[in-house]
């Protein structure tokens, strides 16, 4: 094996070792148990606060003898109706509208929202994933919520997205959704290796996966994308097919 190959195929092994540090530490949160999954407890409801800055709980008291169905709908019910206070709001921000939800029976509630992309602001989007997600995860059946966002531009674009509580267990993290990775390209020559450093967005539509292989597709200064165009499509798949199953 040539220099150049071997430099290419490391560029390629590395690159999968970055996508599994970046989805990986997901899934392992989805196999968490919730530590709020306790049915002797009250629930607390998380609003936006009047200015849309922070979340405004809410304590909730929980029928004991009321289905996991029915318990969803009342906690939804309740989180849709702001009622008469000022100082909190339905965890809605602007540029999205709420459609429906549905729950799988087993573990997953679906919330589904259409949404002007061009009219959302990225603080007020985490904002709201955390009041909902942190909300419903509460119940003992629940242990994902997937979002589904609907562009009112062109219904056949749908993002879809899986969060668990502990998405939003580093409130730090949280109140900053950026995150940066280093990633390792070839350089312009095959034979060295050049790091550079890739923002990624954790309230953008797309996953972090999309978003990692997207940087990795990228040209940078004294750099080239380590395979040609159609096989590191394949390679990006099978990465995130093989790597970030959930």
């Known amino acids: 094996m040539t220099t150049k190959k071997r430099i290419m195929l490391t560029a390629v092994v590395m690159a999968a070792v970055v996508i599994l540090v970046a989805c990986g530490s997901d899934s392992k949160n989805g ?58 709001q339905v965890p809605v921000p602007q540029g999205v ?35 909902f997600v942190r909300t419903l995860t509460q119940i003992e059946s629940v242990k994902k919520v997937v979002y589904e966002y609907t562009d009112i531009a062109n219904e056949n674009s749908i993002v879809r997205e899986e969060l668990t509580n502990d998405s939003f267990s580093d409130m730090d993290n949280f109140m900053n959704p950026h995150e940066e990775y280093n990633i390792y390209m070839p350089d312009s020559t095959g034979q060295k290796l050049v790091q550079k450093t890739i923002d990624l967005d954790r309230s953008a539509p797309e996953s972090l996966e999309e978003q990692m292989v997207a940087g990795l597709r990228m040209s940078y200064d004294g750099t080239v994308v380590p395979l040609n165009e159609k096989l590191w499509l394949r390679v990006s798949l099978w990465m995130m097919l093989t790597m970030c199953v959930r």
Request: proline share 1%; charged share 25%.
């Open 97 to 131: 509208t709420y459609q429906r939800y549905t729950y799988d029976g087993q573990a997953t509630i679906n919330l589904m929202f259409n949404v002007d992309w061009e009219a959302t602001d990225t603080y007020e989007m985490v904002l709201s994933k955390a009041a």
């Open 31 to 88: 196999r968490k148990k919730n530590s709020a999954d306790n049915s002797d407890e009250n629930l607390t409801l998380y609003y936006a606060n009047s200015t849309w800055t922070d979340l405004f709980p809410e304590v909730f008291t929980r029928d004991q003898l009321v289905t996991t169905e029915n318990l969803i709908d009342t906690v939804m019910n309740a989180l849709m109706d702001s009622g008469e206070m000022t100082d909190k």
